[in-house]
């Protein structure tokens, strides 16, 4: 835990069919850990500030620097407590960048275990950043160039069998400005908009260092693929390289067994002396590896993520020589630009991609083993199938090996962004790329290599990196260039918009195409608990908003995020926050609106264009306010539980723009039997029965199903009707022929792309949408806008998509007197002519509702077991929700037990809004503490939070988390609505 294509051609489908693996570095059972410990101690000083040889058995190490390992310089001087904690207030902004930002050396003592007698003795490294030189008792072994390298360094000759030997790392920071004249390395380490500079750009070594042994004969990266003739059968196929690491021929034998099947297979080998010999089988030679009913690995949502176990050894003389476990799952991919979209398909079955973007998996690198567990479940718990491993920054094995495990497919890049600039040394990028792939190519969850970040290669590295995948993957996955552009629909935008914005047409993103389509990036500032806020803010900064929650960004730091908009969603929305523990209260309300409404928003497209959506971003990397669906704590937000909502596999929603409820069916299968039913309850709790709906239906795989549309101001009521209405130009057509109520007659202007038309309402009223009827002369590109005095004109709208006919288009409500349609592009050659032109009024209260009142949706089957449910609220004045602060206080009842298992400590809750309050209960938080300290416990998996019970309703709530979180202390769980905050 974390302490304190371009596409040769518009249709072209790719069928790639592959196998995947892991292999694990420990697979042999006397593999030695140099990770830092007690008994393994490493140190760590400037380069600089060395002046006598490292290596030399002499040194006195007193003055030298504990060392984390695997870790970077910086955490090392962080842990020993030279430099304040990083993660509070400013206190990474004040640290002396030019004390990190150089070469450091790393020295630690080793011994050689008896049991490596009589074998050959490996060092080896998984990655250091940026550049290493490694020496063992003064001998330099090797320079690993490039933070994906591994360094297996044979030190038979060179170890001292008995006593200490030297070992000595000199690190070499990367060059500066790191995109893209340092790549490859940690780009983000120099401050982005959403984690600060990290002083010394997070170099150290980095990852994993161990010793190992074998015998003559080694084995290098095995590659296990298959063929699915069908998904009834797949034909494996094993290859690799094995090295004779002697000055003699040797005959040996490669023995594999594959569980389940107890499948087993042996085949001779011969390697000369000095050199590798390829080996491949395949089922030509040994028929039993050709599968019959594999069982296949899907994404989460769609099946099993199957996963198969691979025992290799390599014998000399009936004697071990080398040996490794492999996972592997068999699966299929296929791809298709169909309509200018990516779409991706699974062993036949089309996939809508619902996932998150990493920047980091923690801007230190402080996030290794077991914590990837952590937090690759919490995006299956949020129903997500991809992560996008953003400019390839997340480099452990245990990230992939989760994702193998939790079936979230990955989205994996190289390390270029945008900038049109090339490494200063692309023979050792193209290395890198070529070793990344190499190391990961075998993860059934990688779905898709991507080469740059919202830009494209310089040459020559686009094709360099095309044939990298198409020679070391074989092509078994799609080749992306750019991150947002080609079958893309762009990235962005970063900040919280009305839900209703992700429903129209269309979300902007920048490049890529028009449309939903696949988004690799669309996000929302994500504002914290206040139990979160305080660990890093200090007491006197934390209210009202200043300079100190900018150093967190949330301010002109992270101006994509919109931290101006978000306060105002807030304020306009839930009332002026009182106080920090009010704003992070009422903050979460817009999380889980805005983190739900974008990812409903796309799957109420599915089926038209849209074929995926992920986040930006979906965990954290550094305390901040920003992009993120839980927190850096683990404490889970609001946005986690909109997002977890929208992305159930089956699951109901609301369109906030045409009032239509779907049924979204994302799994493989068909559902039948299903019973939708919206209900409609005011702020008392009481349902309005009159809006209450039901039908049944079937819901088919890979579809956004419509089944009734609710029936809130059913009719637009027209303000434009008989006002003044005027215009640039008229030549032949009065302006007030476009509001005379007759569809008969028209206006028509110049022949000029310039040209408007505007109607005075006679007074501010509040409007959110017009309505335009046009002739065959219409507006191909053309703005509305308005204005309270007919001088000073606001954008609210702008389309490059007009078309002859009706067309209505909507827009957030927004006071004005005056409305009008300016012209950009004409659509014909002649100018622009309308038949009708209707304004719409905003903010008209539907009949018997409250100001606020809430949607109630339920999806059952027919057992009447409950499939999905999902809850609105809205607004008669649609922005407007302060009516929330008018709830009473509500006694809500409630039970939990609690179970112990497997380490795992199991808390069953049930809350409820009991029939005789006068009251919905909103926003129910549940939290969990422990009894002692009120030490909220993290982390820990929730089904679900921030719900809202109508009277008389229940809800159970299913929570674990490792028991030794408490270490023996009692906890305690607490579920406050937001009802019982408020201040009258």
């Known amino acids: 835990m974390l302490k304190t294509n371009s596409l040769p051609g518009k249709f072209l489908l790719f069928f790639l069919l592959n196998v995947f693996l892991t292999v694990s570095v420990f697979a042999q059972s006397d593999t030695i850990s140099l990770a830092s410990s007690k008994k393994q101690v490493w140190y760590v000083k400037a380069e600089a500030e060395v002046n006598k040889n490292p290596s030399d058995p002499s040194l006195i190490v007193q003055n030298w620097i504990p060392a984390v390992v695997p ?245 000399i003389d009936n004697n071990v020589s080398d040996e490794q476990d492999i996972k592997f799952g068999i699966k299929r991919y296929s791809y298709d630009t169909i309509g200018h979209v990516l779409h991706l398909a699974i062993n036949g079955t089309p996939v809508f991609i619902k996932g998150g973007d990493w920047g980091m998996s923690e801007y230190m690198l402080r996030c290794h083993g077991a914590e990837y567990d952590t937090k690759i479940r919490l995006h299956k718990e949020m129903n997500f199938n991809m992560i996008r491993n953003w400019i390839g920054s997340t480099t452990d094995e245990e990230f992939y090996e989760a994702c193998d495990k939790y079936g979230i497919m990955i989205w994996d890049e190289f390390w270029l962004n945008s900038n049109p600039n090339l490494p200063a040394d692309i023979n050792a990028f193209n290395a890198n790329a070529v070793e990344k792939i190499k190391r990961f190519r075998n993860h059934p969850s990688i779905a898709i290599w991507c080469a740059d970040n919202e830009g494209w290669p310089e040459p020559p590295l686009n094709n360099w990196l095309r044939e990298d995948v198409r020679v070391f993957d074989a092509a078994d996955r799609f080749y992306q260039p750019n991150s947002h552009a080609e079958s893309l629909t762009g990235s962005g935008p970063w900040m919280a918009k009305d839900p209703r914005y992700y429903f129209t047409a269309y979300p902007t993103g920048l490049g890529g195409n028009k449309g939903w389509g696949l988004r690799t990036e669309l996000g929302t500032a994500v504002f914290v608990n206040f139990e979160s806020f305080k660990k890093f803010m200090p007491k006197d900064k934390q209210w009202p908003r200043n300079e100190m929650w900018n150093q967190h960004f949330f301010g002109p730091g992270a101006f994509n995020a919109g931290p101006d908009q978000y306060d105002q969603m807030i304020s306009q929305g839930y009332g002026a926050p009182k106080d920090i523990e009010d704003y992070c209260r009422k903050a979460q309300f817009v999380n889980v609106e805005s983190n739900k409404a974008m990812y409903e928003g796309w799957l109420d497209h599915m089926g038209e264009d849209a074929s995926g959506i992920m986040t930006w971003m979906s965990q954290s990397a550094y305390p901040s306010m920003v992009w993120q669906t839980y927190d850096y704590y683990y404490d889970l937000t609001g946005a986690y539980f909109g997002a977890k909502k929208a992305c159930e596999p089956v699951h109901i929603q609301w369109n906030p723009v045409s009032n239509a409820i779907k049924v979204v069916n994302t799994s493989r299968d068909d559902v039948s039997g299903l019973t939708a039913t919206a209900e409609v309850y005011n702020l008392d709790g009481r349902l309005v029965k009159q809006y209450s709906k039901s039908m049944q239906l079937t819901s088919p795989s890979n579809s956004a199903l419509e089944v009734f549309k609710m029936n809130f101001n059913a009719d637009q009521f027209d303000l434009a009707k008989g006002k003044n209405m005027f215009a640039s130009s008229a030549p032949d057509n009065d302006p007030a022929n476009a509001n005379d109520g007759n569809s008969g007659t028209r206006w028509a202007s110049k022949s000029n792309d310039d040209e408007w038309i505007a109607v005075d309402l006679g007074k501010e009223e509040v409007v959110n949408g017009v309505g335009l009827n046009w002739e065959d002369a219409y507006g191909k590109t053309f703005k509305i806008e308005v204005s309270s005095d007919n001088s000073h004109w606001h954008q609210v709208y702008q389309t490059d998509e007009g078309r002859v006919g009706w067309q209505k288009v909507g827009f957030p409500e927004v006071s004005a007197r005056y409305v009008r349609m300016h012209g950009i592009e004409r659509g014909s050659w002649w100018g622009y002519s309308l038949y009708d032109f209707e304004v719409y009024q905003g903010d008209v209260a539907s009949t018997g509702l409250s100001d606020v009142h809430f949607i109630k949706l339920k999806l059952t089957n027919e057992y009447g077991k409950l499939i999905s449910d999902n809850l609105y609220w809205r607004g008669n004045k649609r922005k407007d929700y302060t009516a929330l602060n008018t709830l009473k206080k509500v006694n809500l009842q409630l039970h939990y037990q609690t179970r112990k298992a497997d380490g795992h400590t199991y808390v069953i809750a049930d809350v409820t809004n009991p029939a005789s309050s006068q009251s919905a209960a909103f926003g129910i938080r549940l939290m969990l503490t422990k009894a002692s300290t009120g030490e909220q416990i993290l982390p820990a998996i929730m089904s679900d939070n921030y719900f809202s019970l109508m009277n008389g309703e229940n809800r159970k709530v299913e929570i674990s988390f490792d028991s030794d979180l408490v270490a023996g202390d009692n906890i305690k769980l607490t579920a406050e609505p937001y009802n019982n905050h408020i201040t009258k």
Not at 249 to 266: A, H, R, T, W
């Open 71 to 315: 870790g970077t310089v910086f955490t090392s001087y962080v842990n020993a407590g030279i430099e304040k904690d990083p993660n509070f207030g400013d206190n990474i902004y004040k640290v002396d960048r030019a004390k990190y930002d150089r070469n450091f050396w790393y020295r630690t003592e080793i011994k050689i275990p008896a049991t490596y007698a009589q074998k050959r003795i490996w060092l080896n490294f998984i990655g250091v950043n940026r550049r290493a030189d490694v020496y063992l008792n003064g001998e330099l072994l090797g320079t690993m160039d490039g933070f994906m390298i591994r360094g297996k360094f044979d030190v038979t000759t060179i170890a001292k069998k008995e006593g200490k030997n030297i070992l000595t790392v000199l690190v070499y920071p990367p060059l500066q400005p790191l995109a893209n004249v340092g790549s490859p390395n940690y780009v983000s380490s120099a401050g982005w908009d959403w984690m600060p500079y990290v002083p010394g750009l997070n170099s150290g070594i980095t990852d994993k260092v161990y010793l190992s042994c074998s015998g003559d004969l080694t084995m290098q990266d095995p590659w296990i693929r298959a063929e699915l003739p069908t998904n009834a059968r797949a034909d494996l196929s094993i290859a690799l390289q094995v090295k004779n690491n002697t000055n003699q021929n040797i005959d040996g034998v490669l023995q594999g067994e594959i569980m389940p099947g107890n499948i087993k297979f042996s085949q001779k080998v011969h390697v000369n002396h000095g050199n590798l010999s390829d080996i491949k089988l395949t089922k030509r030679d040994f028929e039993q590896l050709m599968i019959n009913s594999p069982k296949l690995w899907w994404p989460n949502g769609y099946g099993d993520p199957n996963l198969y176990d691979l025992h290799l050894r390599l014998l």
